[in-house]
């Protein structure tokens, strides 16, 4: 069992940003996707950004040009850079890491946007 914890969400104006960040308990090799999805209430899970384990990064069209995903392999991390944020952004942030054809999902961080 892989434990990932997201920390950095919380309340944002329109147009704010915020810094999320994802860290596995344990020591973990690199060289595994990890990925960031949210859900807002009454919707399902989406696809934000996946990173693979040589850097290269997907993201959905609602988050191109806004949001940077980025990894510390060294450190078993993987942050979410959000800009210009939207009330549409306003969700529960989940990262997940593959390994192996398991995935694993952390608690999830709440980010809100509104004035």
């Excluded at 308990?25 to 990890?34: D, L, Q, T, V, W």
């Excluded at 529960?92 to 952390?106: A, D, K, P, Q, S």
């Amino acid at each position: 069992q892989v434990q990932l914890v997201e920390s950095g969400g919380g309340l944002v104006q329109p147009g704010g940003s915020l810094r999320l960040s994802c860290t596995a308990a344990e020591r973990i090799a690199s060289g595994f996707p990890m990925g960031w999805y949210r859900q807002a209430p009454g919707k399902q899970r989406e696809m934000v950004a996946i990173i693979s384990g040589a850097g290269g990064a997907i993201y959905a069209d609602s988050a191109k040009g806004r949001f940077t995903i980025a990894r510390n392999g060294a450190e078993n991390t993987v942050d979410l850079q959000l800009n210009s944020l939207e009330g549409e952004d306003t969700a529960v942030y989940y990262c997940n890491i593959v390994i192996f054809g398991l995935t694993y999902w952390g608690q999830g961080t709440q980010v809100t946007v509104s004035s």
